[in-house]
């Protein structure tokens, strides 16, 4: 199953934060997911994705 949606990334959101969510429904079974950013600026979204690969995703995949 993928879920997509599950959590929304704000700005000052802590990698704790982003961590727990991501990897809430791996622990629950799904096969994938999405998570939106939220920004003010494109330069900002590419900010704060280039983020989460680099501090969060790395430690769930």
Known sequence: MIS???FSIQPGSSEE???DAIGRPR???FA???VGI???S???WCDQT???GEEVLK???
């Open 27 to 29: 622990e629950l079974g």
């Open 4 to 6: 997509s949606g599950w």
């Open 17 to 19: 934060e982003a961590h």
């Open 59 to 61: 430690e769930i995949v």
């Open 50 to 52: 280039r983020k989460v």
């Open 38 to 40: 939220v920004a003010q």
């Open 32 to 34: 994938g997911g999405g």
């Open 42 to 44: 494109r330069k900002e």
